[in-house]
Nanobody
């Protein structure tokens, strides 16, 4: 499975962005998929995940202002982020885990920069 993240770019504080992660194979039966982020010089942070049962979990870094979703027909997962702040500046990485025991497969990331 190959993952392609997109949708990053420059946003102003208080603005919104929607990130996409498109896979090369069907995501209908993917056990879980989600996002992490990594800012320059910092550790990777958990952002959000979505299970095949529809459960969503958000990291404290985006809780209350982000929504993770997917479109099975487009093999694409989305992350909508609102109320962006400069501290949200990071490379956002998407991943999928086909089964509970499978290794995570990662996309290349998309850069989000929040600045006025």
């Amino acid at each position: 499975v190959q993952l392609q993240a997109s949708g990053g770019g420059l946003a102003q504080p208080g603005g919104s962005l929607t990130l996409s992660c498109t896979t090369s194979e069907s995501i209908v039966n993917i056990n879980r998929m989600g996002w992490y982020r990594q800012a320059l010089g910092k550790q990777r942070e958990f952002v959000a995940l979505l299970t095949n049962a529809g459960t969503t979990i958000y990291g404290d870094v985006v809780k209350g202002r982000s929504t993770i979703s997917k479109d099975n027909a487009k093999n694409t997962m989305y992350l909508r982020m609102n109320s962006l702040q400069p501290e949200d500046t990071a490379v956002y990485l998407c991943y999928v885990r086909a089964t509970v025991d499978a290794d995570a497969l990662w996309g290349q990331g998309t850069l989000v920069t929040v600045s006025s």
